[in-house]
């Protein structure tokens, strides 16, 4: 694999090799891991603010023996009226590899078309996350010891979250049952939704039969303006009661930011599982690095 823009572009068995790489990357010994990557670089060339994914990368190459560098992109030369393609393209080829996260749909895969390193979707827009997807998989296949099987619900902003946009298409190669929970105004887009089977499709908050519930944020940004938000702001917001209402063995996950959708008193019950997940991002990073730089870990 050259580059990781969509994943529509990774088959099962990929997916698959992505997440026992990083199992055993997780299990492996910081010495050991630490001579993996020495001598390669990892470009980080975000154009939207990032906690998680940024960091997860960053640390991943640190953990490989690999170092990182970052382009700020509030004191680049964008300031000055460069492009954003001039900027990724000088800054991701000074690196062996580069992530990229930007607005606009698409942005990853044209860069993709004509860098010289491989090139990660850290997020393009309200497309793709595909990381954020091979950390969710890997977060519910540690849990349950597979995702063949699962009631899966996915509920919050389904038009506009690009991470619940990645994660159902991945799922469409697994037998699973899937619940698309969301208000009308933000349901999954149609051709998301079309390649899906077992999938049903409800705005009631209807979770207390879910293996997995994975939770999203509405994404404010991309809405048109400040009134069209307020009409799905906090739309569902769990609760103690809410979730404690969940079977004892389901879990709940979210990428993360979360703003209101899941109260803090949540954090401690058996269900949550969002701070472990990204947690999870470190050896499934370190996974996707080593694949696209063709190092056998
Ligand atoms: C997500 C994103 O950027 O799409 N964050 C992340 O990478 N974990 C989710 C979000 O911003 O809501």
Do not use: W
């Not at 190459?61 to 680049?76: A, E, F």
């Not at 895969?109 to 390193?117: L, P, Q, T, Y």
């Not at 009308?184 to 207390?208: A, K, Y």
């Not at 899941?262 to 991002?281: H, T």
């Amino acid at each position: 694999m050259d580059n990781l823009v969509s994943i529509n572009d990774v088959s099962r068995p990929d997916i698959e090799s992505f997440l026992d790489t990083a199992e055993r990357l997780e299990s492996m010994s910081n010495d050991k891991r630490a001579g993996i990557l020495q001598g390669y670089v990892l470009a980080t060339c975000f154009f939207e603010p990032s906690t998680r994914t940024r960091l997860s990368f960053q640390t991943a190459m640190n953990r490989l023996g690999g170092s990182s560098i970052n382009l700020n992109s509030d004191s680049s030369s964008l300031k000055k009226g460069e492009s954003m393609h001039d900027t990724a393209k000088v800054a991701s080829e000074y690196a062996d590899i580069a992530v990229l996260r930007n607005p606009y749909e698409g942005f990853a895969r044209m860069m993709s078309e004509s860098s010289e390193v491989p090139i990660v979707n850290g997020g393009d827009g309200a497309n793709q996350h595909p990381t954020q997807t091979l950390l969710d998989l890997y977060t519910i296949r540690k849990e349950f010891g597979r995702i063949d099987g699962l009631k899966i619900g996915l509920m919050g902003d389904l038009k506009y979250g690009r991470t619940v946009h990645s994660l159902a298409h991945a799922l469409k190669d697994y037998d699973v049952k899937i619940r698309l929970v969301a208000p009308e105004r933000v349901q999954m887009p149609g051709h998301i939704v079309e390649g899906l089977e077992n999938v049903e499709q409800t705005s009631e908050m209807q979770i207390d039969d879910l293996d997995v519930l994975y939770d999203t944020r509405i994404q404010k940004e991309r809405f048109p303006d400040e009134e069209e938000y307020r009409k799905v702001k906090g739309a569902y917001v769990l609760d103690r009661e809410t979730v404690g209402r969940m079977k004892d063995a389901a879990i709940l996950m979210h990428p993360l930011p979360r703003i209101d959708e899941i109260k803090p008193e949540v954090d401690d019950l058996k269900q949550a599982r969002y701070f472990e997940q990204a947690q999870n991002g470190v050896p499934v990073r370190m996974a996707i690095i080593a694949e696209l730089l063709g190092v056998e870990p």
